[in-house]
């Protein structure tokens, strides 16, 4: 699994323990070995530009997922061996950590916590997942929920 990850944001972040997130998920999914995501941490100024943009949305926002192409998307293991080995590109997922504090002590916990949960909610919407609907929300938070708990209870503290 490829995963790339840039700090832009100005703001000092494990990293190590993003990246870890994002592979427990996409592992957790079954998401094909060769499949590459990018992480990308902003700045507010560069999230409100992104928000803007792309969503219509006024002001910064936690997190941004950018998927690419469906048909790129490789749940499978194996499917993309049989296809010559190419990877999947399942997209990008852009990060607001100074919007993710806010929210943090808002919820009482910490801003790394609600880092790899934004993580983890980035990943489900690469894959398809949304929470338009409420029942669409109930399956994709019980699923983010799921995936932060199994995380969480393999970490060496």
């Given amino acids: 699994m490829s995963i790339e990850i840039a700090n832009e944001s100005g703001v000092v972040v494990d990293t190590d323990a993003v990246l870890a ?22 700045d507010v100024a560069y999230m409100t530009d992104l928000n803007h943009r792309w969503m219509g949305g006024d002001g910064p926002t936690d997190v941004l997922a950018f998927p690419m192409d469906e048909g790129s998307v490789d749940h499978g293991p194996g499917e993309n061996a049989a296809a010559g080995g190419e990877p999947a590109l399942l997209g990008d997922i852009v990060l607001c950590p100074e919007v993710a504090a806010k929210q943090a002590a808002a919820a009482g916990h910490s801003s790394d916590d609600e880092l790899h949960l934004l993580t ?3 990943v489900l919407h690469l894959l398809g997942y949304d929470h338009a609907e409420p029942e669409e929300e109930r ?4 699923l983010q929920a799921r995936l932060l708990s199994s995380w969480r209870s393999t970490r060496t503290r």
């Fill in 139 to 142: 399956e994709m938070f019980g």
């Fill in 21 to 42: 997130v994002a592979r427990h998920a996409l592992d957790e999914m079954g998401v094909n070995p060769l499949a590459e995501l990018s992480v990308l941490l902003v």
């Fill in 120 to 122: 983890v909610h980035g």
